[in-house]
């Protein structure tokens, strides 16, 4: 994933966008970046590795290195970025959110122009912004540009561009994945992934980009270049799972949402009779505790913290460049209460299963600490497709998700003819596949929230939700 904060203002910005990027650390642990444009020495830009600390640590001397009245600031899992451009379009930095699928055929596309050449990264991959940055630069103004990006673009562009003239362009991707929020005080305007940075630094929000809107944000407000289109699927899992839980997107809180989802969740466990005799009932922390906690309170059970993640030394569990390493930090992180745990009927939501590597290692924890019985629940469906348009699960092929492993070990290719049946708890396939995993990892009993479930949950039209991690529609 990502995120990004900038800002346009009539006096110096470091210190807002500073910490309007740290306040996107949740989205990303590669790489963090920040440009700037002063008047008098112009664009400045620097690139830090953030994966073995966290953005604010690499970045708290940046006072000293640049200074400006209008700066962007990126978190990114991907390429290093912003990227400073010089083009016909003049001297800008860019940084993206987002995923380009059909890079080699893109590149040929700009081979086709004489000249054209880009830097080359270990392997010969070339840096996707760039990439972006050069499909803009093919068209004679940035609206235009960015227009054209985003229809040559399999997959996904928010792009973000600062100006050599401090202004600010911000293009939400052309279906809405993801959102683009605007905020304004006396002195200037900001742009921001995250609600809740705009309010923490004392802007109010003013405009949210609709999908594929293009808006110029400078010192004195914004204006829209290029108005929006009719269609969104905004990703879904911004609510279950990645989303900041002060944050809202298309007007709807993160928080309050994963309460509703939970209590959906305990309300179907009623009906089923799916939870009978538990003692607690628990998250897997972080983003699971809110499902956890409306799950308890609307099925009467007590709800508990059964460990608690050691993170003052250890905030990430990823830091290790070895899956073995980071498994075993992620153990270590766990410290158990015995009391909550000890001869225990428990009952876990987490906010997805993905490859359930971490799961695992949890429930192995929780029984080693004495618990009589470990139950599961997933706060969304089956994740059956890697997604194809954001970061999320990217990294993991479709054969490394669980559920597609399960099915496989079933009845080979043939089970992907029938995904359907298997995300449906009360068909046999459906039963099956939870049985095999709850076999696998040692659960009392397992259940995953329904799509019909998440959607009603999130409160908008499934025709505006990216629901492609589970039903593999577009």
Request: proline share 4%; with cysteine; aromatic share 10%.
């Amino acid at each position: 994933m990502g995120g990004f904060f900038g800002v346009a203002s009539r006096r110096d910005c470091m210190a807002d966008v500073f910490f309007g990027t740290d306040y996107h650390s949740h989205l990303g642990t590669h790489r963090g970046g920040m440009a700037a444009f002063d008047r008098e020495i112009g664009l400045q830009r620097v690139i830090h590795n953030i994966e073995n600390s966290p953005f604010r640590t690499k970045f708290e001397r940046i006072f000293d290195e640049m200074k400006g009245t209008s700066a962007v600031g990126c978190i990114s899992d991907g390429d290093p970025q912003p990227m400073l451009i010089r083009s016909h379009l003049g001297t800008y930095a860019i940084c993206t959110v987002g995923v380009i699928n059909n890079v080699d055929e893109l590149l040929e596309r700009c081979f086709s122009d004489t000249g054209v050449h880009f830097d080359a990264m270990t392997g010969g991959q070339i840096n996707q912004v760039e990439l972006a940055a050069a499909l803009i630069d093919r068209k004679a103004d940035f609206a235009e540009g960015i227009k054209y990006a985003r229809d040559m673009i399999k997959g996904t562009a928010t792009i973000i561009i600062l100006r050599e003239d401090g202004s600010i362009i911000a293009a939400r991707d052309k279906m809405g994945r993801l959102p683009v929020l605007i905020g304004r005080n006396g002195d200037g305007c900001c742009v921001s992934f995250e609600s809740f940075a705009i309010t923490k630094l004392g802007y109010e929000r003013i405009h949210e980009l609709g999908p594929g809107e293009i808006a110029e944000i400078t010192a004195d407000g914004c204006k829209t270049l290029v108005e929006p289109g009719k269609e969104m699927r905004i990703c879904a899992f911004l609510w279950s799972y990645y989303g900041y839980p002060t944050s809202d997107y298309e007007g709807i809180n993160v928080e309050t949402m994963r309460y509703r989802n939970g209590r959906i969740m305990a309300n179907s466990d009623r009906v089923a009779g799916n939870a009978d005799g538990i003692d607690y009932v628990s998250g897997v922390p972080d983003s699971g505790t809110p499902h956890a906690i409306g799950y308890a309170n609307a099925s009467g059970l007590p709800f508990s913290r059964p460990f608690i993640k050691y993170t003052p030394t250890w905030p990430r569990s990823f830091m290790p460049t070895s899956q073995q390493e980071r498994d075993r930090i992620a153990k270590m992180k766990q410290i158990p209460v015995h009391d909550l745990i000890q001869d225990k009927r428990l009952l876990f939501v987490d906010d997805s299963i993905v490859r359930g590597t971490q799961l695992k290692e949890t429930v192995e924890f929780l029984y080693e600490n004495g618990a009589k019985e470990v139950h599961m629940r997933s706060a969304c469906p089956p994740i059956m497709y890697g997604c194809k348009f954001l970061n999320f699960t990217r990294a993991t092929g479709d054969m490394e998700l669980l559920a597609r492993r399960v099915i496989m070990e079933a009845e080979g290719e043939e089970g992907f003819r029938h995904i359907d049946e298997y995300s449906d708890p009360n068909t046999e396939r459906g039963k099956k596949l939870r049985s095999a995993i709850c076999e696998k990892f040692h659960f009392a009993s397992l259940e995953f929230q329904s799509l019909k479930g998440i959607v009603e949950a999130i409160g908008l039209d499934e025709s505006k939700l990216c629901t492609y991690c589970w039903n593999g529609k577009e």
